[in-house]
């Protein structure tokens, strides 16, 4: 698929997330987190932009296994493959989607950095 198709697809997972739910999903992009410095959890994505990388989404992943943070995960920026089952879960009153189980493939920093972390 095209950069902008694969945004869009995307966009379409986060918009309607009850079509995705239970589906495996397969996506490339670039790795990149989320600390809350409130909870203490990370939240690790798989960012994909658009075909002018001007537009960027990323999607929540669960690492399959046993894998601690910083020291099994490659810096933000880094390219990666990820495939998991779309599902939705809250954290308080809100809703929020993720590939669990994801297996990843790892490759090397992405092009086009994160702009922050």
């Not at 589906?23 to 932009?49: A, L």
Request: charged content about 20%.
């Amino acid at each position: 698929m095209s950069g902008t198709v694969v945004y869009s697809q995307v966009y379409n997972m986060m918009y309607e997330p009850d079509a995705f739910i239970g589906k495996v999903i397969r996506m490339s992009g670039w790795f990149d987190y989320f600390e809350d410095e409130t909870t203490g959890n990370v939240y690790f994505s798989c960012v994909i932009p658009d075909a002018t990388a001007c537009c960027a989404q990323g999607v929540e992943f669960v690492w399959a296994g046993e894998h601690a943070f910083p020291d099994d995960y490659p810096p933000a920026g880094t390219g990666l493959t990820v495939t998991g089952r779309f599902e939705t879960y809250r954290e308080d009153e809100y809703l929020f989607m993720r590939l669990a189980d994801a297996e990843v493939e790892w490759d090397e920093p992405a092009s086009i950095p994160p702009s922050a972390s």
